[in-house]
């Protein structure tokens, strides 16, 4: 288990998530530039099959839609809106970071823009090892757009470079991975950059 700070997983606004994502909010959090950029990862690293789209809101960044996506987030209304989901959950993984799926339950996960607001971090990357069958893929994609209140601290005091160090940690502290992969996509100059950071389950 790493060392992290003994405030690195605080956040400034430690009230209720689900009051602050009580609402839904129908806006893409990075842009057209990065969004293309997730959609063209998903396709390399061929993220297909049965996914579950972790920390999901009311779109997914697919170029085309997995045979069967479960997105599981904050808002009810904003998953429901979802067109690529084949099934929705609300789920707050800060209130619990148990996941309601049996074992290998999925062929792979994604988590866009989102993994900078999980406080326990490492418990939800176990769970989705987990879930995961072995083989499979859990794709984090980040950028330096967030809510800032609701970040935990430690992303917000560290550069770019150190987010994706801080979430290939994750990977290494949770086990059940082989090492962590990561990239900066290519996004047009001026826009949004977008950073992944990846594993295939053992």
């Known amino acids: 288990m790493p060392e992290f700070p003994d405030d690195f997983f605080a956040r400034d606004d430690e009230t209720s998530d689900s009051d602050f994502y009580a609402f839904p909010r129908y806006v893409t959090h990075i842009d057209d530039g990065a969004i293309a950029a997730v959609g063209a990862l998903y396709d390399d690293l061929r993220v297909r099959g049965t996914v579950l789209d972790l920390m999901s809101s009311w779109v997914s960044h697919f170029r085309e839609t997995p045979e069967a ?13 979802n067109p690529q989901a084949h099934a929705w959950l609300v789920h707050d993984l800060n209130a619990d970071p148990l996941l309601p ?10 988590c866009c823009v989102s993994v900078d607001y999980l406080t326990r971090p490492i418990a939800v990357f176990r769970e989705i090892a987990r879930v995961v069958r072995p083989g499979g893929l859990f794709v984090c994609t980040f950028s330096n757009r967030l809510f800032p209140t609701k970040a935990i601290r430690g992303w917000l005091g560290s550069p770019d470079a150190a987010h994706v160090a801080i979430v290939a940690e994750y990977f290494a502290a949770a086990g059940g991975y082989e090492p962590a992969e990561t990239r900066r996509c290519d996004t047009p100059p001026g826009g949004d950059p977008l950073f992944a950071v990846w594993a295939r389950v053992t």
């Open 101 to 110: 799926f049996a074992d290998d339950a999925f062929d792979h996960a994604t």
């Open 69 to 81: 996506l479960t997105v599981l987030g904050m808002n009810a209304d904003e998953l429901a809106a």
